[in-house]
């Protein structure tokens, strides 16, 4: 019985899905600079991993008409993004999914968002270079990916509580 146990812990614990980083919300004036920097139009599809309550995808959609997705692994960040959708009337431009952002399909996505370590962007590189149609653009607010993925682009700003912020933006080629 105890074996059973153990055996059935190890099992769920091999196949939980990863957190890639707690969970922080983005500040509304950095998701306006990182969709901005993005040149987000309404031709794009916004995909945000690790999306919590959904506020990018949300706001990619209201501001610029772009299609938005959500993937996070928390159940009740995905219950919230919802219905904040939902209040901000574009429930019908958006889908929040309860995946794990180091599996779900990222090949449709025009644009990326990321607010994860850089260890977490670095073990998304291979997923993101892969399933990525040349043109598409991947934004981090604060974390690179690493010496040996340089970004095109960066952004330095003092953000409207004072913090200092970088975000990154790459091309695909």
């Known amino acids: 019985m105890i074996r059973s146990f153990l055996l059935l812990g190890c099992a769920l614990f091999l ?4 957190r890639l980083a707690p969970y922080v919300s983005t500040p509304e004036d950095v998701v306006e600079r990182m969709l901005a920097l993005a040149q987000v139009t309404r031709e794009d599809t916004v995909m945000d ?7 990018i ?4 959609a ?14 009740r960040r995905i219950d919230e993004a919802r219905r904040n959708a939902r209040t901000a009337g574009v429930e019908h431009m958006v889908d ?23 260890s977490a962007n ?6 993101l270079a892969k399933q990525l149609h040349p043109g598409a653009r991947i934004v981090s607010h604060a974390f690179s990916m690493g ?3 340089p970004a095109d682009r960066t952004d330095h700003f003092t953000s ?14």
């Not at 209201?62 to 159940?75: E, H, M, N, S, W």
């Not at 409207?160 to 080629?173: C, E, F, I, P, R």
């Open 15 to 18: 196949v939980q899905p990863q």
């Open 49 to 55: 991993l690790g999306c919590g309550d959904g506020r």
């Open 57 to 60: 995808p949300i706001r990619a």
């Open 62 to 75: 209201q501001k610029y008409g772009a299609r938005g997705i959500g993937v996070d692994i928390d159940p």
């Open 96 to 118: 929040f999914r309860l995946e794990d952002a180091m599996t779900t399909d990222v090949s449709k996505a025009t644009v990326v968002t990321l607010y994860l370590h850089t």
């Open 122 to 127: 670095r073990k998304l590189r291979p997923i």
């Open 147 to 149: 010496p040996d993925w």
């Open 160 to 173: 409207a509580s004072g913090d200092q912020v970088t975000l990154y933006l790459w091309k695909v080629k």
